[in-house]
DNA sequence: CAAAAAAGCCAAAGCGCTTTGGAAGACTCT
DNA sequence: AGAGTCTTCCAAAGCGCTTTGGCTTTTTTG
């Protein structure tokens, strides 16, 4: 059932019924309602593909996605998946990946762009200076970035959480309980979240005349391994810390283990408090001393970010609205007074 | 730079242009030459809006992604996606995700094959008689299932792994040193990955006369916390298992932690093996006491399902070819004799 | 060497929608 | 009543590609 059969059916011309079902004025209500219901009636759906070529407009989102055999794609990917999928179901969008070699990923930007494959893309984990935001704010898409970069002559429409405030309250509350020597283990440092929190550490530390020792912050992939590893020569180097900040569960996964295999304890020896981003699937409060944690819902970001996004391609939302979200900090067993 | 003012460039037919782009044989080899030379030295590409409403054809393979605020999507997919991706890349592939109300994936599906949104699907986590597998096949795109369905009266396409042989291989070894009470926390138990692998451990206990005891066999949404409790109930009731197989690396955490909260130590008290996916943030062999494992990468599973994807879509790959791939047992740490 | 076959190219008709530029009729205003 | 203004609809021109059917020109064949 096609525009063309509709239109005969009804005796009407295809403008006519175009216009009446895409809600434009010059058209009878009584007709429109003709119109319509023997659209419902008969299951129309307009060909997308055609609608395309002649509008321009796809229905999707579009993300291009870093692969290539020593890429990870980041687990949070998915609980952030879970809520962009949940928002852009109830809007009929769809979401693209489009795969694109992680050393270059411009020709894929490009690619996607003049194509007009989709109508609006985010980008993720954004860097400093990140060359993704720069080419997709001058090809002229709609856009958002989850995250924050830095260093433009120019703003764009983003969406992050405080990370800083986060991580300097984290510290805060550690130094008040009288912790000294903290530690950062934190995710790769060339993307702003990352230096973000280590800049919330290094705030919190300097109020109180304190500093984060040079060997006292790890910038590494955010693996169980890694979190160990970091753990492990943090703990048995001399100039311990007393307290760790760690950005992400998974990792704490390996504090929490080195901690142990060291003969020590949580929060005896060392304070822990990590970065949670909610999985359904590892809790904090089930760690086997219940994870401090600072807690901010990657998924509530997700649905916020098809949220945005639909709003900017419906030209609802314009210009360069950054957004930042608060983070909550969740205070469990995991931290406690410094060791004498 | 279009169809037509290349063409005109050429001082060609749009007709003899397209065609010699597309590899017909009635143009000239010199001629072919020419055009395609041409073509790359003005960057052109074809208009694939214009292509697809022409051709029906769109280059892109879809997933519809059950979503919902109490729908989760399994962390495996991030991996699974990895695989995908880094195939579809070297393709140029993209991959369609289509959000769909988890409890009726049909009208999404019935979209997305009528609109010819995507040239093949593939299916994944399906059950036994699965509505998808069905409904897919009857539609008439071209798919591929990612584990197995059972219980039709016709074949299909499917990439699964040996969820049954492996899991019988893990109890066999259980058993061969001397476990003979088994338990096996498993996934849930309407997927039929799950189904196989109860199916594996007691088609092992069942060749030494034993078997799995009622009790003895949960079925849970794959977290920590579920592994935890799982364990939990399992070893203070009567009759505890001394041997336990786990369908994750993910609800192994969670057995880890309930064995060491009651006192119990791996694998004195308890043997375990857990199925691992190969996730890169969280090895088996980083467990406190190192995990044997069923193992299995999801990620190669992703690259082979956009291999065959491809194969099917060109038509090199026809009819209802499946695909069983062995899993290796990999013994560690976790697994000792039974104790007396 | 004429007839048949093959090679190489083209004009034009889709694919199914949106949108432009009218046009006919109804309505308002002086 | 005539001019002007809405209202409501339509024919037709795109959007940029693929593909059908045909038309020349060259090559092959008996």
Redesign the pocket.
């Known amino acids: 059932?096609?525009?063309?059969?509709?239109?005969h059916m009804l005796?009407?011309?295809?403008?006519?019924?175009?216009?009446?079902?895409?809600g434009?004025?010059?058209?009878?209500?009584?007709?429109?309602r003709r119109v319509m219901d023997a659209a419902k009636r008969h299951g129309?759906?307009?060909?997308p593909?055609?609608?395309r070529?002649?509008?321009g407009k796809s229905g999707m989102i579009g993300y291009v996605l870093p692969t290539g055999a020593a890429v990870d794609i980041d687990p949070h990917f998915v609980e952030f998946l879970s809520g962009l999928g949940d928002y852009a179901r109830s809007h009929e969008l769809d979401l693209v990946l489009s795969p694109a070699d992680a050393d270059d990923q411009e020709t894929t930007y490009r690619r996607i762009v003049a194509n007009r494959q989709v109508d609006a893309v985010y980008i993720s984990s954004p860097r400093p200076q990140d060359s993704r935001v720069a080419l997709v704010s001058t090809l002229g898409i709609p856009f958002l970035v989850h995250g924050r970069s830095e260093g433009f002559d120019f703003d764009y429409p983003y969406l992050d959480i405080d990370n800083e405030g986060a991580f300097h309250e984290a510290a805060r509350l550690l130094v008040q309980l009288g912790h000294r020597r903290l530690a950062l283990i934190n995710g790769d440092d060339r993307e702003t979240f990352a230096i973000h929190r280590e800049r919330g550490v290094r705030r919190a530390l300097a109020a109180s005349g304190l500093s984060l020792g040079e060997r006292h912050v790890c910038s590494v992939v955010m693996t169980e391994e890694n979190g160990y590893r970091a753990t492990r020569r943090l703990l048995e180097e001399g100039d311990a810390p007393t307290a760790i900040a760690c950005s992400s569960l998974i990792m704490a996964l390996g504090v929490v283990r080195a901690v142990r295999d060291l003969g020590l304890t949580i929060p005896g020896d060392v304070s822990l408090i990590a970065h949670d981003d909610v999985f359904p699937w590892l809790k904090p409060e089930n760690f086997s001393v219940p994870l401090s944690t600072t807690r901010s819902s990657i998924r509530l970001a997700g649905a916020r970010v098809a949220e945005r996004l639909a709003a900017r391609i419906s030209g609802l939302e314009e210009g360069a609205r950054g957004e930042v979200w608060p983070v909550d900090l969740v205070v469990r067993g995991s931290v406690a007074g410094a060791p004498a």
């Not at 005796?11 to 895409?22: C, E, G, H, K």
């Not at 434009?24 to 429109?32: G, I, K, M, S, W």
């Open positions: 059932m096609n525009l063309k059969q509709l239109a005796a009407l011309s295809q403008t006519t019924v175009s216009r009446a079902l895409n434009y004025p010059e058209v009878n209500e009584e007709t429109r129309y759906r307009p060909n593909s055609a609608r070529l002649a509008t």
